[in-house]
């Protein structure tokens, strides 16, 4: 198993720009989510899926958009990219909610210029 | 202020030397704690889980405990490797699907 995979791993963007950053999971996990992690700070959650054609808003949800069309996919679209979007983003699953270990993918390192 | 406070914010030991990691949460009530190791350019990956009701847990040469009166997790690496040099953080898990991440302490192992 490939566990939690995202590309690319790093990418710098213009401001204003559009991009999309891809997590594919091979563990059937139901939940997925996107995470920000800015230096000094806990990690924070942008969007989270419990499943296929379902995704909610979690604590920093401004300028992103996410689906879920499928089990193993969840990308995160970044529209109009702003320098406060700068950051490492990590994607992870789990198997449930509920406090279950969550396997983190190896994150992208986006810069914002 | 953080729900999940950890310290200190940077270590730097010796190898084969021990040291302890701190977490202190606000958070309440939680699913369980978790510490996880992240290496530089990687992602989390756990080391340990406790229930709230829980107050050890080994895996390996990393021990954790937890005592719910006074709040307070910790993480005790014995007898550190070069490999052990990484981030530790504390997460508490909580609902369906909030975990809360605290911001980590940055250890260094010195040959």
């Known amino acids: 198993n490939a566990g939690v995979t995202q590309t690319p791993k790093f990418r710098i963007l213009k401001i204003g720009q559009s991009m999309t950053l891809q997590c594919t999971q091979d563990?059937?996990?139901?939940?997925m989510y996107w995470y920000r992690q800015d230096p000094g700070m806990g990690l924070k959650l942008i969007y989270y899926s419990v499943g296929a054609g379902i995704t909610d808003k979690g604590e920093v949800p401004n300028g992103y958009n996410v689906s879920r069309s499928t089990t193993e996919d969840f990308p995160l679209r970044l529209e109009l990219a702003a320098p406060s979007q700068t950051s490492v983003y990590f994607c992870?699953?789990?198997?449930?909610?509920?406090?279950?270990?969550?396997?983190f993918g190896p994150g992208t390192r986006l810069t914002v210029t | 202020k953080n729900q999940v406070e950890q310290s200190p914010q940077s270590l730097i030991i010796l190898e084969g030397k021990n040291c302890t990691l701190q977490?202190?949460?606000?958070?309440?009530?939680?699913?369980?704690l978790r510490w996880y190791k992240q290496d530089t350019g990687r992602g989390p990956v756990s080391l340990t889980i406790m229930t709230f009701s829980e107050n050890t847990k080994s895996n390996g040469r990393y021990t954790a405990t937890l005592d719910a009166d006074t709040k307070q997790s910790s993480l005790h690496i014995t007898a550190s490797q070069l490999s052990d040099s990484a981030s530790y953080i504390c997460v508490l898990g909580r609902g369906t699907y909030k975990y809360i991440f605290g911001t980590g302490t940055r250890l260094k192992v010195l040959a």
């Open positions: 563990m059937n996990h139901n939940y």
């Open positions: 977490c202190n949460y606000t958070v309440s009530p939680f699913s369980n």
């Open positions: 992870a699953s789990s198997s449930r909610g509920q406090g279950d270990e969550q396997y």
